[in-house]
């Protein structure tokens, strides 16, 4: 419960168009194509808006290491 209360609060640290974009690929499971397709974007902004968005999840993460399973320290 600890961790998903740590991950919320990290994906609701994202920008708006981050958190959907990381939420559709990584929850979701669509692709990069359909997620640009959905929401009306180039595949790069779609690439882009994932990488940044994960590389600020990480980061955010780090703060809750301890909640971490072991692989994903």
């Not at 419960?1 to 168009?17: E, H, M, P, V, Y």
Request: hydrophobic letters at 35%.
């Amino acid at each position: 419960a600890d961790l998903i209360r740590a991950i919320q609060s990290c994906l609701n640290g994202l920008s708006d168009d981050q958190r959907m974009t990381v939420t559709l690929c990584d929850i979701e499971g669509l692709d990069y194509a359909e997620i640009a397709q959905s929401l009306g974007v180039s595949l790069g902004t779609v690439k882009s808006r994932i990488n940044r968005g994960r590389g600020k999840l990480k980061e955010c993460l780090r703060g809750f290491m301890e909640l971490l399973p072991e692989r994903y320290r």
